[in-house]
């Protein structure tokens, strides 16, 4: 076939009107691109063309339409598409259409985006907090109905929980509370020595000891180590799907996951303590006798002849079961709300011991006003 029955071309003055007539299809593309520019379009300037008849077309539309617009647009021809076909117009419209360049981003006033930050970062404390205190509401329920579903819980796994928090959380506890009784010793020991009152350490030691300092060096540990893995364990099974399977299966979160480890918390951390107690006042001792040369049995007597009460001692393993409960409660709040994957586990695990720090910070500062 010739390009006559593909393409038409007729001249006025200086307008020329070109008209497809065949589907622009790449099997006809050798026919088309037969058809000479640069010998038809001699001293145009204005280019009309007509797709009407044109109800069949490819991607090889876009090859001659940009050769055509590059021609054009090389020898200053003023290009015109006529078409009655909507398709073809939209699709024209389509390959017309120029690629925006970059947005340029708005300057935004660091002043408000501070606000902004402070104002999201208030809305997910408030939403978390609602989630928190509905989760210790939901604990607080299954415990006081705890008697009637006794056989829920699950006890087996209460001796392997309190081996973790306890027994093996023993060493490292032992150990920091026996550095900072060193160091309360040695720092009263200083100040104690300015004032010829060396006699009082001992009473200095065991009240900061017993009172604030092991009940809130354990648990800070404890939610370091403990409740972090508390976290993990069931953020991991959270992430696995195992707790909508157990849910499938009728057995209850709370019982089952939640219980063990709040009552193995709750009972290790006040052991954890007394035991911490007498490593920390030994540390004291430590200290006195490095600088002002107090001998074991002296400092005993000072330490039995003090203002260190029962009173001192049982408020701080008090607080220390307290603090047993929020570690618990908040590794199993922090677990249960992993969603997605590895990274959310580490992300709500960190979140844990930061919440559970806090929380016994805060518990520590109200109990030093009421007890």
């Given at each position: 076939?010739?390009?006559?029955?593909?393409?038409?071309?007729?001249?006025?003055?200086?307008?020329?009107?070109?008209?497809?007539?065949?589907?622009?299809?790449?099997?006809?593309?050798?026919?088309?691109?037969?058809?000479?520019?640069?010998?038809?379009?001699?001293?145009?300037?204005?280019?009309?063309?007509?797709?009407?008849?044109?109800?069949?077309?490819?991607?090889?539309?876009?090859?001659?339409?940009?050769?055509?617009?590059?021609?054009?647009?090389?020898?200053?021809?003023?290009?015109?598409?006529?078409?009655?076909?909507?398709?073809?117009?939209?699709?024209?419209?389509?390959?017309?259409?120029?690629?925006?360049?970059?947005?340029?981003?708005?300057?935004?006033?660091?002043?408000?985006?501070?606000?902004?930050?402070?104002?999201?970062?208030s809305?997910?404390?408030?939403?978390?907090?609602?989630?928190?205190?509905?989760?210790?509401?939901?604990?607080?329920?299954?415990?006081?109905?705890?008697?009637?579903?006794?056989?829920?819980?699950?006890?087996?796994e209460?001796?392997?929980?309190?081996?973790k928090?306890?027994?093996?959380?023993?060493?490292?506890?032992?150990?920091?509370?026996f550095?900072?009784?060193?160091?309360?010793?040695?720092?009263?020991?200083?100040?104690?020595?300015?004032?010829?009152?060396?006699?009082?350490?001992?009473?200095?030691?065991?009240?900061?000891?017993?009172r604030?300092?092991?009940?809130?060096?354990?648990?800070?540990?404890?939610?370091?180590r403990?409740?972090?893995?508390?976290?993990?364990?069931?953020?991991?099974?959270?992430?696995?799907?195992?707790?909508?399977?157990?849910?499938?299966f009728?057995f209850?979160?709370?019982?089952?996951?939640?219980?063990?480890?709040?009552?193995?918390?709750v009972?290790?951390?006040?052991?954890?303590?007394?035991?911490?107690?007498?490593?920390?006042?030994?540390?004291?001792?430590?200290?006195?006798?490095?600088?002002?040369?107090?001998?074991?049995?002296?400092?005993?007597?000072?330490?039995?002849?003090?203002?260190?009460?029962?009173?001192?001692?049982?408020?701080?393993?008090?607080?220390?079961?307290?603090?047993?409960?929020?570690?618990?409660?908040?590794?199993?709040?922090?677990?249960?709300?992993?969603?997605?994957?590895?990274?959310?586990?580490?992300?709500?695990?960190?979140?844990s011991?930061?919440?559970?720090?806090?929380?016994?910070?805060l518990?520590?500062?109200?109990?030093?006003?009421?007890?």
């Amino acid at each position: 076939m010739k390009i006559e029955d593909y393409v038409s071309f007729v001249k006025e003055d200086k307008k020329g009107y070109l008209d497809i007539l065949q589907p622009v299809v790449y099997s006809n593309s050798k026919i088309f691109n037969s058809f000479n520019y640069e010998k038809q379009f001699v001293d145009i300037t204005h280019l009309s063309l007509k797709i009407n008849a044109c109800l069949v077309f490819d991607s090889y539309l876009i090859i001659l339409l940009e050769e055509l617009r590059s021609y054009c647009k090389l020898k200053k021809i003023k290009l015109v598409v006529v078409s009655e076909n909507d398709n073809f117009d939209t699709y024209w419209e389509f390959i017309s259409t120029k690629t925006p360049g970059k947005l340029k981003k708005e300057k935004e006033n660091i002043f408000v985006v501070f606000l902004e930050g402070i104002g999201k970062a208030s809305k997910f404390m408030l939403k978390d907090l609602e989630k928190f205190i509905e989760f210790m509401g939901e604990v607080f329920v299954k415990i006081i109905t705890s008697p009637k579903n006794f056989k829920e819980i699950r006890w087996i796994e209460l001796p392997s929980n309190l081996i973790k928090v306890g027994v093996k959380s023993l060493p490292i506890c032992l150990l920091i509370v026996f550095l900072v009784g060193i160091i309360i010793g040695y720092v009263g020991a200083i100040q104690l020595s300015r004032f010829g009152v060396g006699s009082f350490l001992a009473s200095l030691v065991g009240i900061a000891v017993t009172r604030e300092l092991s009940p809130l060096m354990v648990g800070i540990i404890i939610a370091g180590r403990t409740g972090a893995a508390f976290t993990a364990e069931i953020g991991t099974m959270k992430v696995g799907e195992e707790i909508d399977s157990l849910k499938a299966f009728g057995f209850d979160r709370h019982y089952l996951l939640v219980f063990p480890r709040l009552i193995a918390t709750v009972i290790s951390m006040p052991l954890i303590v007394s035991i911490c107690n007498i490593a920390g006042i030994i540390g004291g001792f430590v200290a006195g006798n490095m600088y002002l040369n107090i001998h074991f049995t002296e400092f005993q007597m000072q330490l039995l002849n003090s203002s260190l009460s029962y009173a001192d001692v049982l408020s701080g393993i008090f607080k220390s079961a307290i603090f047993g409960g929020i570690i618990a409660v908040v590794g199993c709040f922090k677990g249960f709300q992993v969603s997605g994957g590895a990274e959310s586990v580490g992300k709500y695990t960190t979140s844990s011991v930061v919440t559970s720090i806090f929380l016994i910070v805060l518990v520590d500062a109200i109990f030093a006003f009421l007890i």
